[in-house]
């Protein structure tokens, strides 16, 4: 596996496979991998000659520095995942590379971006979709790989690709669960015994949603909050469920399907983990 430090090198790694006529999968990454990232890896290999991933914590798409600050780096445990499951290259580079000095141009999707998750994470999706769109600049990929389990962040690259008519088919992989339920997360690592324990209440509730049969948005918002009461250690803090494609909020009966998206919160004071999980119904 090449790891690649700049733009020029990971450039370098793709002109050599561009020559041997090879189609290229891209996996952008924040790091700290599980397998979670690692299905998006094996679909990006299973389609593709050759596989890029990147490992890049984008500063930019982190409302507050404490995040930043201790969102998990692990490179060498990274580099090492990838290197086994078959990736050709990796660029890995620091942020003075993506944001060169002077930086000041930056990719919206103006609705989309400031809606649900959105409207509380001020700039978190222009974050995204400006690193997305410059990491796609940088590697000129076939295809890019994104989870399921972050839901309008897939929509929202779907929209900046179909607006921008960026050469690249953008690929959603179903989220991993544990045995339990709980949607892979890097943040998993970060909840007490107890909270984790408690945390796969939001896929039972996501389970209930479906299984209810729910004639109306109103019903089915109310069989997850039910759910989510079940569990004192959890604090919902976050609940849309949206007509698809369009991603408007669902209200009244339910005529077509839907998105629905959960965030809570797990712990106390301080030291509380923010999780999500999504699912789509269809009625
Ligand atoms: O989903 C992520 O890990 C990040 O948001 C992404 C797409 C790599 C952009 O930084």
Known sequence: MQICRTVSDIRAALAGFRTEGAGVGLVPTMGALHAGHMAL??????????????IFVNPTQFGQAADLDTYP?????????????GVDAVLIPEVAEIYPAGDETVVETTRLANILHGAVRPGHFRGVTTVVAKLFNICQPDAAYFGEKDYQQLHVIRRMVCDLHMPVTIRGVPTVRDTDGLALSSRNARLSRADRAAAPVLARALDAAQASGAATAEALDQVIRDTLA??????????????????????????????????????????????????????
């Open 73 to 85: 780096r692990t490179e060498a445990r990274d580099l090492e995942q990838l290197d086994s499951a």
């Open 230 to 283: 079940t569990e004192p250690r959890a604090t919902l803090t976050g609940l849309d469920i949206v007509r698809l494609p369009a991603f408007t909020p669902a209200t009244g009966p339910l005529t077509g399907p839907v998105g629905i998206m959960i965030s809570a919160e797990f712990g106390r004071g301080d030291d509380t983990v923010l999780l999500i999980d999504q699912r789509e119904v269809h009625p």
């Open 41 to 54: 890896v094996s679909a990006a290999r299973a389609a593709h000659d050759r596989v890029v991933a990147t």
